[in-house]
């Protein structure tokens, strides 16, 4: 596959900045039935060592435009299992499709539980199955509300040539993170809500503790609801 976006900057960078070290085809079923074919990137030198990864979706984007990026953090019960706990799952099948249309990449972050591991989001999932709520959890256990970092998604996009994006997010904090970066945010486009009765008070904490853009006035239709 062509590369879709123009890599910056071409000359002058320095050896040890990151850099994608492999690129791969990855063909993907899109919930809505469509078959399209992914390019699956992998990375060197990011700044803390760990296996993110970068998917390209684009086939009918003209090259040069201003890309569509949904930065996801990994959620191995949502994205995985289809976790109605939280809104990752939904999240991740919204963007696939949103981003094979429009042209962009997933920048999918090997940071589980907001930070804090897979086994310490199921402590934390027992404290709320108690009573408190996702950042008071992790509080009791010793972490912050968000430990989640974004400065190694601005890190994936200089490996990629990407210097301007469309952030698909409902997310600010993911947005000042990135600028911080030296990332050219044009817009911020936001995700659908994707509400239940199983992840209703997991997003009104959200709201509550992050200002995330999220509508969840109680006369919403409940989407996706099992
Ligand atoms: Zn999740």
């Given at each position: ?29 899109l919930a809505d039935g469509r ?25 009918r984007t003209l090259s040069g ?162």
């Amino acid at each position: 596959m062509a590369r879709l976006f123009p890599r910056f900057p071409p000359a002058g960078s320095e050896r040890d900045q990151p850099s994608v070290r492999n690129s791969v085809s990855l063909p993907i079923a899109l919930a809505d039935g469509r078959m399209v074919v992914g390019r699956m990137h992998s990375f060197d030198g990011l700044s803390d060592e760990g296996e993110h990864f970068a998917l390209e979706l684009a086939p009918r984007t003209l090259s040069g435009a201003v890309p569509l990026v949904r930065v996801h953090s990994e959620c191995v019960t949502g994205d995985v299992l289809g976790s109605l706990r939280c809104d990752c799952g939904a999240q991740m099948r919204e963007a696939l499709q949103r981003i094979h249309d429009d042209g962009g990449f997933i920048l999918y972050l090997r940071q589980e539980g907001r930070g804090i591991g897979l086994y310490r989001k199921l402590d934390a999932y027992r404290l709320q199955e108690q009573g408190l709520d996702t950042f008071s959890a992790n509080r009791a256990l010793g972490r912050g509300d968000d430990e989640r970092r974004f400065n190694v998604a601005a890190e994936m996009l200089s490996a990629l040539g990407v210097p301007r994006i469309r952030l698909l997010s409902n997310n600010p904090a993911k947005k000042l993170q990135l600028i911080d970066c030296g990332i050219a945010v044009d817009t911020m486009e936001l995700t659908g809500v994707h509400v239940s009765r199983h992840n209703r008070s997991y997003l009104e904490a959200k709201v509550l503790h992050t200002q995330h853009q999220i509508a969840l006035d109680s006369e919403l239709p409940e989407k996706q609801v099992p």
